[in-house]
């Protein structure tokens, strides 16, 4: 079926399908719409859950991680302050393993204070252990969503689906919703390893000494070194089953191009766009979307960036006295291996300033120019200041 | 009851707890009532710590480890999730300290009272953050030592009132229970356990290393703090209906505080002030007993 949504409905229609078992979540804009249809399907019976309505974020992860220890499949939404009040919670699920999902719509973080969109809120929590995603259209929000479930408790790690909040939170698109038969035959119910049970009872995420901790962490770096694999045949089942495609970094243009942006959320619209019209012109230029970063896609992009060619990294976040997030993960992949191709940072789009068409040719103009040779972070759309 | 023996889950693995600790007492006992479908999630404190380290663990049954301030929340997550798969009565037991539960997670507390979450809360309260080595909460008592506050700079503040808090939420059961006196703790955890609804045990928790007291006293001190109404019983229902569940002899509070080091810097007229604050608690609690006009506790009066 067919229908026009917005990217929070998206999420919604998705959780549904999924048939979550328990959610929790707070109000925040421009998440608040998700919290209120879920409110209304599990309230109707449309969706049997059910939806704790806790008076914090740092609440809301703490009532999943009590759930989710008990076996069910959980659910949260939230945005910018709401999950930087998660934090705590954000390493305690990654470190007691349980495959928690958490749509971030992503909302710049105060001071000072706004509802608009910029990635940053999400890239701090890097360091969490949860994989992240980020979408660009209201389909893929839709089918990430649902593959984050299954992806997630496969490797028993939770996951945080990304995206733009308004540009994308809030924009209607036609998204084509899958049947609740198939996708109970593509996502089961969830079978724990472990969980609370009286009948067997155990002692979770209890004390350790320094004998046992670092077996832990290198647990839960060994299980995100083999998630590229899991998220790659999940999307790829998905793929066959419903016939659409996702892959962890999209390309554009690039075998032939002399400049490549690379960005990800709803930029990627814009970028491609101007891709496309300049490509009528005779540029040479292309565009890479990045859709995971936690797995980081290594080999792809390592396979991919080539000494020769400009490339430019657009990031919407700002890791101040630093740069940008996706920059410094890019340079130190490159450093790491050896790659001698060069990268441009620039930052454009805070706190929901618009990324313009004629942006994104004023970069791949600097780019041309040599941006990606110099060490400048290049900002993009700065007023007079 | 139940014939739940404890013991015979701690035969290989013993907790980890200080001589004369109340929590550990009243742990038993209480998990000896709630029989084997139970489940415990306690967040950061003494209790957490004491039950064992990883690979051990001195529970009987499962137990949940949640942060410091996820306790309330958490408790209602494994509610809804055993709910989900029909396992409605088996029991969830918050276990917290007073850290825990006046301080850090007074916010989840509170939420998961009004929200009215079918779990037992049970605070053991040792009166201070005893398990990061002696720091005042707001369960401290007025005049009390701890190393936060220091000789000279004693708690100025009374210990908050967390019962008449919880109580005017209007949840089903509030209890306060005390070591020394089981057969009430018993009958105060059997009737919260066959209630519905949010359900608050307030315990006292004797604490030697915190109290600087010798841990054989720590029975005597409960037993002090009930008979001088330091710590009175009493117990309160859907938030209105107060009953004393023992008529104390109402000894002098000296008697209670100079068995314990955390109060011998008192000067004469600060203990006068403890007896007076004692007494006009305690009258207000019999005055609630009586008033059978006054539909919720109001905390103004």
Known sequence: MKAVISGNDAVSRAVKLSRVQVISAYPITPQTTISEKLSEICGSGELDAKFV??????????TLIGASSTGVRTFTATSAQGLALMHELLFWASGA?????????NRAMAAPWTIWCDQTDSLAQRDTGFLQFYCWSNQEILDTTICAFK????????????????FISHTHEVVDIPDQTEIDEFLPPRKAVTKLDPADPRTFSGGTLPDNFMEFRYKLQKTFERAGQVIDDTFGEFEKRFGRSYKNI???????????????????????????????????????????FRPFPETELLSMLKPGVAYGVLDRNLSPGTGGVFTQEIRALLNRNGNPARIGEFIAGLGGRDITTANVERIFAMLKDGAAEDSEIHWIGLKEH | MTDFDYFKYHESCGHAACPGCGEKILLRHILETLGPDTVIVAPAGCAAVTDGIFPHTASPVPFLHVPFGATSSAAAGVRAGFDMQGKEKTTVLAWAGDGATFDIGMGALSAAAERNENILYVC???????????????????????????????????????????????????????????????????????????????VFSPCPPGWKSDPKDSITIARLAVETNIFPLFEIENGSKLRLTYKSQGLPVSEYLQLQGRFSYLKDNEKE???????????????????????KIVLED
């Open chain 1, 53 to 62: 309505k806790v008076e914090s974020e740092h609440s809301a992860m703490a």
């Open chain 1, 97 to 105: 393993r349980l495959p928690i999902v958490l749509v971030d719509v």
């Open chain 1, 151 to 166: 992806i997630a408790e496969a490797l028993a790690l939770p996951c945080m689906v990304c995206f733009d909040g308004f």
């Open chain 1, 250 to 292: 999209e390309t554009y243009f690039i075998d032939d191009a002399e400049a490549v942006l690379l960005a990800s959320g709803s930029a990627a619209s814009t970028v491609y766009h101007t891709v496309r019209k300049r490509r009528d012109s005779g540029d040479k230029i292309g565009f890479i979307k990045l859709r995971q």
């Open chain 2, 124 to 202: 053991y309260d040792n009166e201070a953050y005893m398990n990061t080595g002696i720091q005042r909460s707001s369960a401290t008592p007025f005049g009390s030592w701890t190393t936060t506050t220091p000789k000279g700079h004693l708690k100025k503040e009374p210990k908050k009132n967390i019962d008449f808090i919880l109580a005017s939420h209007g949840i089903p059961y509030i209890a306060t229970c005390s070591p020394a006196f089981i057969d009430d703790l018993k009958r105060k955890a059997e009737k919260a356990k066959n209630l519905n609804g949010f359900r608050f045990l307030h």
């Open chain 2, 273 to 295: 002030k403890i007896q007076s604050d004692t007494d006009s608690l305690y009258k207000s609690l019999i005055d609630r007993e009586s008033s059978k006009t006054r539909s």
